[in-house]
Structure formats: structure tokens, C-alpha cells
């Protein structure tokens, strides 16, 4: 096959000899390389290796120093100022010396931050703002907060949505940090607290702010979308609670020299809902600090506020130990506590308090209804996906919140109603009753009937129906005082004074809110009993010390609720309240026995303990004129309960050996309870604690001998010297006080025993205290019985 042409050309192609054209040069061969190269300078005046560094001035990993960060940070770049608050971390981090010298300079930052245009740069506020509280000193921001606030103020009414929910965020954090001044001047609608509180109203469109007026449009024309709602919902509630709650801890940084003092702080922030039951604001101090307050002589020896009310009672103030003969200061080193003489809020703090808290309700009640209503059918939906999970979480979040505003806002009120006009009174109680009746339809909102959650949800729920129960006994409770003759010894005219109460309590609650107290006092006790199951926990669960603690002020409502009618009947097949059975009975049942399952060393015990204490000490309080009676033998919690009443005496003495040296102050707290209940409940308390007590000093065992007991074991200094002599003190009072009353239920034998034990432990600690316990013992028994 004869070639083609292309093969042709290509073959003559390779054998000639290329032609060069005028003025084209020669050209390139095809395999030439390439050796031309470019030159450029580069400029580099921060790394000159002529140049020595300062290595004292502070720089960032990317060689910036304050001043440069602090121009950064007005660039009109908004990445570089993002960076540049990044930086300013990472540099007062690494050096402290910044902190407090340029902390006008960061002051700065914030302020120019907080109405920043760019949202990635507000975005980096909170988390800066946080970080740089948490290394700073608690008072190094406090001269700069007036001018913080008045930007948050501008902030939070700023034209653009955006810039105000961002706000938000930054101030919940000095909410955080600084409660007590971000609220300040709120309940009197001025200062701080009352533009704060104008501002986060407005975010919500709603005006008014405490008044409880009329209500004017706020800055958010459009409604809030419910992410967006919820981040202000949220640090509302924040708010509110730092403004109502007046027993918040300090947020000073001092701490408590002394142990009763300690004590002391932890009881009145404990027995705030007792308040109510009380005649006067003094009369309730002396109750909270009934357990826990050092006598004004001296800590750890045998003086009258051991032995009750009125220690002229037992003719013993020919016995008092001579200062002269034992030095008690020398004893003990613990100061007075503080705030004995007052309740740590005075009565015209709480009736403005009251007033605000209406006027609160009143502007946000519509508010809240309408955003119950829209989240809980996506929230409680029992046949919700896998995908809906994320927005249920939302709608859970926003509806817990709502919750929890309900009750700060009902408990204030309905806590203070005295001091309110009836008019207000009367619209609060209708939207509140508004509210529960809506949320009843889901109450329990933990039960197993709502698809699985997670634990943050189960938690919410929890907390939701902590919620609920507190709002619904607060509400249900109508508050009425016991006549003065039940302080008579006629047993016939406080069996009527009391009965009178009673009555006045069943007219003022209405039948809606009978069975709403119903749902809560089964719901209540069968939380009490690890009873409530829930899908997470389908065998019941049980009660954290926090969530105890949050459920006491409910159980105290239950317990104070009236027994039925004598005309109730009985029906077989009704639940235990439906049936007339006395709520405050059934509460109280539950009590004792959640109570008696606890270990001795559980943090909820030490809860528990006290809480069943002061139940048990309310009516030796001349000024105590609640309807809670467990003494008053025509009271049905004095029969249904004693037997209870009884075993919680006989827990004490193994309470206190288990504590030993572990927990000194839950045994400090079962001595001083003991030494109190004493003057009360002497001839219960003997029987159940003698025997039992001289173990704590000395255990004897047959097959060993004596062996020291926990007693021995405890500290010589500081909190364990206190609980040490109050220990010897307890022990003296149940060797000699029978005697005092002429009472032969505390046997020779156990008494001499027990003194037996005492004698033995003091022995074998007297090398290491220097004899001190021995002196103090024989000081006491030479007093005269």
C-alpha cells in the first residue's frame, strides 16, 4: 500500500535543514533549559536581626503589643477587630501585671463593642467578657460598671434587632458576676435596675416595665423569633431572681471567720418560706438561727439558749459555769453570728418588692400565656421524631423558662399578699390561676407518657414541675393565723382556735385549685418515695440534694394545708387525697420516710435533717402562728406522725457516729438540734437517744473492751473543738436534765453509763488537747444537779 502524503512530508521533515527568516534570530532548541531568574526586595522592619528586642513589653504570639490590639480594635476592617479581642485575651491572660494597670483601655473595648455593626464582632463580647471576670479581682470592674450599664442601656433599645439580642448576651454575663448591681434600683423603677429593666421589657415588646401599667410598644416592632425570645426570657428570669430573692448568697468575696457564721448565712437562705408564719421579722430571725447561732457568752458550754425559750423554766441560773472558774473564750474561738437581731429584710423592702413583682406580672402575663400555649404541643408531643427533637428541645426551653418566671414573679406575691391592694392581688391570682390551669393539662411533665429525652431535657421537665407544684401551693395557700388562745393551756380553746383556722383556709380555696393541690401532693409524694418514673428512668429516681432543697418551700405549702371536712365521704376506688385523706398528713408521711431511707453521709440527709428538726421546734416559738401543729394533740399530724416523730430521734445518735470527724458540721448540726429539742420533747427524746449516745465516746465491746469512739477523732482546732464540747454539753444535759424535771424515764444505769464514756474518751484524748476536754467535764460536773 503505497505511502500517504503526511508520512512523506514528515520523513522530509526530518532530513532538512531549517530556514531562518531576517531579523527572527536563531531560534531556541526544543530540550533548552531555562536559567533566567527574578529578583525582588522584601522589607522587613519588625525582623531585622540588627534590631534588639525588648523582652519585658508584653506581646501576643503574633508580636502585637496592648497599643497595637487597642488600634486594632477601632480598624475598619471587622476581622481585624475580631482578632483584635482575641488578642487582648490571650495578652491579660499571659500577663496579669495588664489587667488592673490597662483595664481602663479594655473598658474601652467593651463599650465600643457592645454596639458594634458587625454581628462577628458582638458575637466575641460575651465569651470575652466572661474570661476576663473570671481573672480579674471581683471588685477591679465594679468603678467602671456605671459606664458598662449606660451602653447596655443604648444597647438593648438599638434600632436593630440584632444588636439588641446580642446585648442581651453580653449583660447576662455581668448578671452573672455582678447580681446585686445589675439589679439595683429595679423594684423603685430607677438606678440601674430600672433601666435594665426597661430595656429587656422592651426587647420583649412590652412597656410598663414594674409598673404594672398601661403598656406601650417597645423597640421590637416585629415579634421575636423563639430563639431569640428565649435568650431574653432567660436572662430575665436571671434578673428577676437577683432583684426578688433576698436570700441570695453575697457575692462579696469576704468569707465567714467562723463557723457558726457560716451555718448561720446557709440557715436563712434555708428557712425562707417560714417567714410567713411568723408574727414579726425578729421572731423569724430568732427561728433561722435557732440551730445554728452561737450563744452571745460563749460557744461549746451549757447556757440557756440550749434549753429553750425560757431557761428560767428549769431553775438552772444558779448552775451557769462561772466565767472565772472556766474561761469559755478560751474554749472555743467562735465569733457571734451575724444577723440575729434581724431577718435579713425589712417589712417595707418586701412590700415594694411585692408591689414590683405584681406590676411584673401584670406586664408580662399575656407574654407568657401566649408562649406556653404556642410551644407546649411540640413540646409534650407524644409521637414526636427523631428530626423534631432539636426544635422540641427549643419549645421545652422556652416553656421551662416561662415556668420559672411564673413562680419567682407568684412566690414574691403570693408570699407578701398582706401588703398589696385587693384589686392587685386579685388580677395576679386570676392570671396565675390562667396559667395553671393550662399547664395542668401536662402536668406531671416528666412523665413516661413523652417520648424519650435527653438527660438536659429530663432535667427541664424536672425543674418544670418543680415549678408548677411550688406555684400552684403558693397560690392555693390561703395564709390565715391562728387566734392567740392557742397558746392557752384550755386544751378545748386552741382544739377550737386551731379548727377556726382551718375553716377560714377551706372558704378561701376554691374547688379548681383543690384538685390541682390534689395532683401535686400525689405527685409530690410519690417523688418522695422514688416512685415517679419517667422514660428515661422507667424504675423511678431519686432526689438530688439540689432538687430536695427546691422542694421544700412545696412541701411546707402541703404541710400547712387543711385537713378535710368531717362530712368528706369515702370512696374505695379514689386516690388518697380524693378520698379525704389530710394532705398535710400524706406529705408528711413521705417526708419521713424519703428521710429515713438516706445514708447518714448523703448531702440531702443534712437537708432533710434540719428541715424535719425546725418542723419539730415551730410551736415552742410564742410568735410562730402558722397552721402546722405536730405538738397540739388535736391536730391529726400529732397522731399520724408520731410514731415517725419517734424514729427520727432514735436516727440522731447513729447520724452523729457515722459523721464523726467526716462531716463535722452535720454532727454540729444534730448536737445543737438535740440540745434544742430537749427542753420540748424530753421525755421522747431520753428513751430514744441515751442509750445509744455513749457509744460516740466510747464504744464497749465484749469480746475487746472499750474502744475509743468517734469522739476521740475529732479535730482539736477550729470547727471540731466546737462540735467537741458541744458533744460534752449534749452528754451533761442527758445525765442531768431528767433529774432537773423529776423524770425517771432515763435509766440509773444508762445514765452512768453514758457519764462512764465520757470519762474514758476525755482520758485518752487529755495528752493531745492538754487536759482541756477533762477540765471542761469536771467544771460541768461539779455543778450542782
Given at each position: 500500500m503505497p505511502k500517504s502524503a503526511k508520512q512523506k512530508k514528515a520523513?522530509?521533515?526530518?532530513?532538512?535543514?531549517?530556514?531562518?527568516?531576517?531579523g527572527k534570530g536563531k531560534q531556541q532548541a526544543n530540550n533548552a533549559t531555562d536559567t533566567s531568574y527574578k529578583a525582588r526586595s522584601i522589607v522587613l522592619p519588625n525582623q531585622s536581626i540588627s534590631v534588639e528586642h525588648d523582652e519585658t513589653v508584653p506581646l501576643t504570639k503574633r508580636n502585637h503589643t496592648f497599643a497595637d490590639l487597642i488600634v486594632q480594635s477601632k480598624h475598619y476592617n471587622?476581622?481585624?477587630?475580631?482578632?483584635?479581642?482575641?488578642?487582648l485575651k490571650e495578652i491579660l491572660t499571659a500577663y496579669p501585671s495588664l489587667r488592673v494597670k490597662e483595664l481602663s483601655s479594655v473598658v474601652g473595648v467593651i463599650v465600643r463593642y457592645i454596639n458594634d455593626e458587625d454581628s462577628s464582632v458582638r458575637k466575641t463580647l460575651p465569651v470575652f467578657l466572661s474570661h476576663l471576670l473570671s481573672i480579674l479581682p471581683h471588685s477591679g470592674l465594679i468603678p467602671h460598671l456605671p459606664v458598662i450599664f449606660l451602653h447596655f442601656s443604648s444597647a438593648l433599645s438599638h434600632i436593630f434587632p440584632e444588636v439588641r439580642i446580642d446585648a442581651v448576651k453580653s449583660f447576662r454575663v455581668l448578671l452573672e458576676h455582678y447580681p446585686s448591681l445589675c439589679v439595683e434600683g429595679w423594684v423603685q423603677n430607677r438606678g440601674t435596675g430600672g433601666r435594665a429593666g426597661e430595656g429587656l421589657m422592651g426587647v420583649l415588646g412590652l412597656g410598663g416595665g414594674n409598673n404594672g401599667g398601661k403598656q406601650q410598644a417597645g423597640v421590637a416592632s416585629v415579634p421575636l423569633k423563639s430563639g431569640a425570645k428565649l435568650i431574653v426570657l432567660q436572662a430575665l428570669e436571671k434578673f428577676l431572681k437577683a432583684a426578688l430573692d433576698s436570700n441570695m448568697p453575697s457575692t462579696s468575696t469576704a468569707s465567714a471567720t467562723s463557723s457558726s457564721s457560716s451555718i448561720a448565712a446557709t440557715s436563712r437562705e434555708s428557712t425562707w418560706f417560714f417567714a410567713h408564719s411568723f408574727a414579726s421579722p425578729v421572731a423569724f430571725a430568732e427561728f433561722s438561727n435557732s440551730l445554728?447561732?452561737?450563744?452571745?457568752?460563749?460557744?461549746?458550754?451549757?447556757?440557756?439558749?440550749?434549753?429553750?425559750t425560757t431557761p428560767d423554766a428549769w431553775d438552772l441560773s444558779s448552775l451557769a459555769i462561772n466565767s472565772s472558774s472556766l474561761s469559755s473564750s478560751s474554749l472555743i474561738s467562735s465569733s457571734p453570728a451575724e444577723g440575729r437581731e434581724g431577718s435579713g429584710i425589712q417589712p417595707v423592702e418586701r412590700?415594694?418588692?411585692?408591689?414590683?413583682?405584681?406590676?411584673?406580672?401584670?406586664?408580662?402575663?399575656?407574654?407568657?400565656?401566649?408562649?406556653?400555649?404556642?410551644?407546649?404541643?411540640?413540646?409534650?408531643?407524644?409521637?414526636?421524631?427523631?428530626?423534631?427533637?432539636?426544635?422540641?428541645?427549643?419549645?421545652?426551653?422556652?416553656?421551662?423558662?416561662?415556668?420559672?418566671?411564673?413562680?419567682?414573679?407568684?412566690?414574691?406575691?403570693m408570699g407578701n399578699s398582706e401588703s398589696l391592694p385587693r384589686e392587685t392581688l386579685s388580677g395576679v391570682k386570676k392570671g396565675l390561676r390562667t396559667m395553671l390551669n393550662h399547664m395542668a393539662v401536662y402536668f406531671p411533665f416528666n412523665s413516661s407518657t413523652f417520648q424519650k429525652r435527653d438527660v438536659k431535657s429530663e432535667s427541664l421537665l424536672l425543674s418544670l414541675s418543680l415549678a408548677f407544684s411550688s406555684l400552684v401551693a403558693q397560690v392555693s395557700l390561703t395564709h390565715s393565723s391562728?387566734?392567740?388562745?392557742?397558746?392557752?393551756?384550755?386544751?378545748?380553746?386552741?382544739?377550737?382556735?386551731?379548727?377556726?383556722?382551718?375553716?377560714?383556709?377551706?372558704?378561701?380555696?376554691?374547688?379548681?385549685?383543690?384538685?390541682?393541690?390534689?395532683?401535686?401532693?400525689?405527685?409530690?409524694?410519690?417523688?418522695?418515695?422514688?416512685?415517679?418514673?419517667?422514660?428515661?428512668?422507667?424504675?423511678?429516681?431519686?432526689?438530688?440534694s439540689h432538687t430536695y432543697e427546691a422542694l421544700l418551700p412545696t412541701i411546707w405549702s402541703l404541710l400547712c394545708q387543711p385537713p378535710p371536712a368531717p362530712a368528706v365521704k369515702t370512696d374505695q376506688t379514689a386516690s388518697p387525697v380524693e378520698n379525704g385523706k389530710n394532705v398535710s398528713l400524706l406529705i408528711g408521711k413521705a417526708v419521713f420516710e424519703h428521710y429515713n431511707r438516706l445514708k447518714s453521709l448523703d448531702p440531702t440527709k443534712k437537708i432533710g435533717l434540719e428541715f424535719l428538726g425546725r418542723l419539730c421546734l415551730l410551736e415552742t416559738f410564742t410568735l410562730y402562728n402558722g397552721p402546722f401543729r405536730l405538738r397540739e394533740p388535736s391536730s391529726v399530724l400529732t397522731s399520724g406522725l408520731a410514731s415517725e416523730v419517734e424514729n427520727f430521734f432514735k436516727t440522731l445518735p447513729r447520724i452523729i457516729w457515722e459523721a464523726g470527724s467526716k462531716d463535722l458540721q452535720l454532727s454540729e448540726l444534730v448536737l445543737r438540734l438535740t440540745q434544742t429539742m430537749l427542753k420540748t420533747y424530753l421525755n421522747r427524746i431520753l428513751p430514744a437517744i441515751l442509750p445509744s449516745f455513749p457509744s460516740y465516746f466510747t464504744m464497749n465491746i465484749p469480746s475487746r473492751g472499750a474502744l475509743p469512739?468517734?469522739?476521740?477523732?475529732?479535730?482539736?482546732?477550729?470547727?471540731?473543738?466546737?462540735?467537741?464540747?458541744?458533744?460534752?454539753?449534749?452528754?451533761?444535759?442527758?445525765?442531768?436534765?431528767?433529774?432537773?424535771?423529776?423524770?425517771?424515764?432515763?435509766?440509773?444505769?444508762?445514765?452512768?453509763?453514758?457519764?462512764?464514756?465520757?470519762?474514758?474518751?476525755?482520758?485518752?484524748?487529755?495528752?493531745?488537747d492538754k487536759g482541756e476536754a477533762s477540765r471542761y467535764w469536771v467544771g460541768l460536773k461539779e455543778l450542782k444537779r
Open positions: 520523513k522530509v521533515a526530518d532530513f532538512s535543514k531549517a530556514k531562518f527568516k531576517l471587622a476581622g481585624i477587630r475580631k482578632d483584635a479581642i482575641y488578642g445554728t447561732s452561737t450563744p452571745s457568752s460563749s460557744a461549746g458550754r451549757v447556757d440557756s439558749w440550749a434549753l429553750g412590700r415594694e418588692k411585692a408591689r414590683a413583682a405584681a406590676g411584673m406580672y401584670q406586664s408580662l402575663h399575656p407574654l407568657l400565656l401566649s408562649t406556653f400555649l404556642d410551644a407546649a404541643p411540640g413540646a409534650f408531643d407524644p409521637s414526636g421524631s427523631i428530626t423534631q427533637v432539636s426544635v422540641a428541645g427549643e419549645e421545652l426551653e422556652l416553656i421551662a423558662v416561662v415556668g420559672e418566671l411564673a413562680s419567682v414573679l407568684g412566690r414574691t406575691v391562728v387566734a392567740p388562745r392557742t397558746k392557752s393551756s384550755n386544751p378545748t380553746e386552741r382544739k377550737k382556735a386551731l379548727e377556726e383556722c382551718y375553716t377560714r383556709m377551706r372558704k378561701g380555696t376554691g374547688a379548681s385549685e383543690k384538685v390541682l393541690v390534689d395532683k401535686v401532693a400525689v405527685w409530690v409524694s410519690e417523688l418522695l418515695r422514688g416512685e415517679t418514673v419517667s422514660a428515661s428512668s422507667p424504675l423511678g429516681q431519686s432526689l438530688p469512739g468517734p469522739w476521740t477523732k475529732l479535730p482539736l482546732e477550729g470547727r471540731g473543738r466546737v462540735v467537741r464540747m458541744l458533744a460534752i454539753d449534749t452528754a451533761w444535759l442527758l445525765c442531768n436534765l431528767s433529774i432537773l424535771e423529776g423524770s425517771a424515764v432515763a435509766d440509773k444505769d444508762q445514765r452512768q453509763a453514758l457519764e462512764k464514756a465520757v470519762e474514758q474518751a476525755v482520758d485518752v484524748v487529755a495528752v493531745e
